[in-house]
């Protein structure tokens, strides 16, 4: 996925010499066609991700379209009084690209998890906040929140879901999956756990709908609320902790939306910090965020 975010910045470098590119200190493999096309547009602030943020905002409130990058929790959680203080609340063009979301980077421990900011970030006034599910979708997105303009977060996965390339609209939720015994709403690669959930219980006779909830914020309440209703019975997935993210984002929704829910069930990361390393792969399975935990949650949640 930073494959195709670098791509879409440089393509939109050379529409809009405003843009501008600062890291962290990280990256250059990925960065080096943009920084070899637009080296006046590339800033290395260092292992300083603070400044970083501090320096994009004031460069976007001069007139530039700033994007910064790194991984994880360092653009973000690092930097939530800058992103609060300065970004957010002076309304500025900065985008906030964190690559590593949820647990892509799981060799390296709780420091590198990006599990918290899913939920923190959708709480900033002005912020927009996006996960893909697949490259295609990251190349889209980063066009459609540079068009919005103001403050965004982009949070790119390491996996991907494996969607054939189609239709995506910052903002509203996309069904990946025709179903209307029970509905999965998931969020970035993880996506495709929920597509692999419903290939299992279709061969039981299920037919389980998947709606790819790519945007966070703005909320596509309506959409979730027409997905709900025609199911009853829905569950969440996501690879974030189970409090304040996906989950209570869809529960608000249906509750305010006044849908007759029959059953309810949030699969993500509980209230505690995970104690295990490993890669993507693994640590789902640990924490029962792969196919198999959402195909057993449908099973117990429709008695089969």
């Not at 501008?20 to 200190?25: K, P, R």
């Not at 919005?148 to 939720?173: C, F, I, N, S, T």
């Not at 069904?175 to 970035?188: K, L, N, P, Q, Y």
């Not at 027409?226 to 984002?249: D, I, K, M, N, Q």
């Amino acid at each position: 996925m930073r494959d195709s975010f670098i791509r879409a910045l440089t393509d939109l470098a050379g529409e809009d010499r405003n843009v501008m590119l600062i890291s962290g200190d990280l990256g250059f493999g990925v960065l080096d066609d943009f920084i070899a096309r637009y080296p006046d547009n590339f800033i290395n602030a260092g292992v300083a991700e603070q400044n970083m943020t501090a320096v994009a905002c004031g460069m976007a409130m001069a007139g530039a379209r700033a994007y910064t990058y790194s991984i994880g929790n360092f653009p973000t959680l690092r930097c939530l009084e800058q992103l609060r203080n300065d970004v957010c609340y002076h309304q500025a063009d900065v985008i906030v690209v964190a690559v590593g979301g949820g647990l892509s980077y799981g060799q390296l421990g709780m420091s590198h998890f990006a599990t918290e900011d899913l939920a923190i970030l959708r709480t900033l006034p002005d912020m927009a906040v996006v996960a893909p599910s697949d490259p295609w979708q990251a190349y889209a997105l980063t066009r459609q929140l540079h068009q919005r303009g103001g403050p965004g977060y982009l949070r790119l996965d390491k996996a991907q879901a494996g969607l054939p390339e189609g239709p995506v609209e910052l903002g509203k939720v996309r069904e990946v999956r025709a179903g209307s015994d029970a509905v999965i709403f998931a969020t970035g690669g993880i996506v495709g756990e929920a597509l692999a959930a419903a290939d299992l219980l279709a061969g039981e006779g299920l037919a389980i709908r998947v709606v790819d909830v790519h945007t966070l914020k703005p909320f596509d309440a309506d959409g979730v609320c027409t997905a709900a209703r025609a199911c009853g019975w829905v569950l969440t997935l996501e690879e974030h902790t189970v409090v304040g993210g996906l989950g209570g984002a869809v529960a608000e929704a249906c509750l305010e939306g006044g849908v007759p829910i029959r059953g309810f069930r949030r699969i993500g990361l509980a209230d505690q910090f995970p104690d295990e390393v490993g890669d993507q792969r693994h640590l789902r399975a640990r924490y029962g965020l792969d196919r198999d935990a959402v195909a057993a949650a449908l099973r117990a949640m429709l008695d089969r």
